[in-house]
């Protein structure tokens, strides 16, 4: 009686569950994506709006490159807030190299790059970057990249207040 319990218990669990769904392997499924590969993506529903790719886009054309030489990197424009002189040859090239992740490639070069960090309303333009850090950029020969949660981010720049570059 007591395995009878048991395992009415386990078939009404596994009833509740939901149907059994056969798993299809790996390589069933690789079969089925070379057959046809939209086979399983659902159909738009009728009026809905379709999704389209921006004609010359691209992530490159939306971002700055640095570079090193060996190494390079993308960063969104407007994220490199100060610039000096010295230090232009390192940003805008053509990529040579290895991509690195941000974290990786400022790890690896922190000798003529640094970061610092901006708020949602410096990086909106809406308050500005505070006077004593653009002083003291512009003391160092090192590109500054602004972050937020150490992730590069854009920084719109009032007209009163360009983007810095040592002379």
């Known amino acids: 009686m007591k395995t009878a319990l048991i395992l009415c218990a386990l078939v009404s669990?596994?009833?509740?569950?939901?149907?059994?769904?056969?798993?299809?392997?790996?390589?069933?499924l690789t079969k089925l994506q070379q057959h046809n590969p939209m086979m399983q993506l659902p159909k738009p529903a009728v009026g809905e709006?379709?999704?389209?790719?921006?004609?010359?886009?691209?992530?490159?054309?939306?971002?700055?490159?640095?570079?090193?030489?060996?190494?390079?990197?993308?960063?969104?424009?407007g994220a490199v807030i100060f610039l000096p002189e010295a230090m232009k040859s390192r940003v805008d090239v053509k990529p040579v190299g290895n991509l690195l992740t941000f974290i990786d490639f400022i790890t690896l070069?922190?000798?003529?790059?640094?970061?610092?960090?901006?708020?949602?309303?410096?990086?909106?333009?809406?308050?500005?970057?505070p006077a004593e850090r653009?002083?003291?950029?512009?003391?160092?020969?090192?590109?500054?990249?602004?972050v937020h949660q150490s992730g590069p981010i854009s920084?719109?720049?009032?007209a009163e207040s360009q983007?810095?570059?040592k002379r």
Not at 112 to 129: H, M, R, Y
């Open 13 to 28: 669990s596994s009833l509740a569950a939901g149907p059994i769904v056969p798993r299809i392997t790996p390589e069933a």
């Open 49 to 77: 709006a379709k999704v389209t790719t921006p004609a010359n886009q691209s992530i490159i054309k939306q971002s700055m490159i640095l570079h090193d030489g060996k190494n390079w990197t993308l960063v969104p424009k």
């Open 109 to 129: 070069n922190r000798s003529w790059i640094t970061t610092t960090e901006v708020s949602f309303d410096q990086a909106a333009g809406n308050a500005p970057l």
């Open 134 to 146: 653009v002083s003291f950029w512009a003391k160092q020969d090192k590109i500054v990249v602004a």
């Open 155 to 158: 920084v719109r720049i009032n």
């Open 163 to 165: 983007t810095i570059t």
